[in-house]
């Protein structure tokens, strides 16, 4: 559960009863408490959760900001270990002059955010944009996918980008919250009653992309849950027979 005790089936279906999407997917269920004890599945329900969020927060902002698959998007090449060059791949993009010449939303949207986080986290270098590492939450603490979060603040920052966590849910690390604090890295949370588009992912898509997301989760979050029931009994039926 990202902390240092263990959750019965009231503390898990209260944590996630509390938190907006989780309660819009249906993770809020005894069915998923019981894979969690069951270790069998739900690992795969995260990373898919994750990978849907991602996509959508790309069409967001291509369809918000007008802006092409390949302008919503950016990479950047890095040395590894034993100096193969690689390629990293982040998930977003909001350049300010791409969006200039697009022409379908304004872009002091996008500016007038920049200059409140600038001040937010006192970053004095002029930027350009905003680069977006997106995930449907962040429970962990590995060291490894942290270093790779800075190394891409590191790189963003060199190219006159703001360094943006997105997370879509209220999920994440309080060590891992204040390290990338810290450091600069600007987390967005997934929460919904705040109404700061520097604090909250559905206060930046509802202010800045002009797009309510909690309204497209609540108008589908029927469908959503009995998705998930679906999945979720398949995938204890099958561990029951293993």
Not at 43 to 47: A, H, N
Not at 66 to 81: I, S
């Given at each position: 559960m990202g902390g240092k005790t263990g959750?019965?089936?009231?503390?898990?279906?209260?944590?996630?009863?509390?938190?907006?999407?989780?309660?819009?997917?249906g993770f809020d269920s005894p069915l998923m408490f019981a894979a969690h004890k069951a270790a069998g599945g739900m690992?795969?329900?995260?990373?898919q959760l994750g990978i849907g969020t991602e996509r959508l927060f790309r069409t967001i902002l291509m369809d918000s900001f007008?802006?092409?698959?390949?302008?919503?998007?950016?990479?950047?090449?890095?040395?590894?270990?034993d100096d193969a060059t690689a390629t990293r791949y982040l998930d977003g993009?909001?350049?300010?002059?791409?969006?200039?010449?697009?022409?379908?939303?304004?872009?002091?949207?996008?500016?007038?955010?920049?200059?409140d986080v600038s001040e937010k986290l006192n970053i004095s270098i002029p930027l350009k944009g905003a680069v977006f590492e997106v995930?449907?939450?962040?429970?962990?603490?590995?060291?490894?996918?942290?270093?790779?979060?800075l190394?891409?603040?590191?790189?963003?920052m060199k190219s006159g980008y703001l360094m943006t966590m997105v997370l879509m849910s209220m999920q994440i690390n309080n060590n891992v919250y204040r390290r990338y604090k810290e450091n600069g890295l600007l987390v967005?949370?997934?929460?919904?009653?705040?109404?700061?588009?520097?604090?909250?992912?559905?206060?930046f898509l509802n202010q800045v992309a002009g797009y309510n997301l909690a309204g497209f989760f609540e108008r589908n979050t029927s469908r959503l849950r009995e998705t998930t029931t679906q999945i979720l009994e398949q995938l204890l039926n099958q561990k029951a027979q293993q």
């Open positions: 959750a019965d089936l009231g503390t898990f279906i209260q944590a996630y009863e509390a938190d907006p999407l989780y309660h819009w997917i690992t795969s329900l995260y990373r007008g802006l092409t698959e390949e302008e919503a998007n950016w990479e950047y090449a890095y040395t590894k270990t993009r909001l350049d300010v002059a791409l969006i200039e010449k697009a022409g379908k939303r304004d872009s002091a949207f996008v500016t007038d955010w920049l200059q995930r449907e939450g962040y429970k962990s603490a590995d060291s490894k996918r942290q270093n790779a979060d190394e891409n603040l590191a790189n963003a967005l949370v997934g929460d919904v009653s705040n109404t700061n588009p520097t604090e909250s992912t559905y206060a």
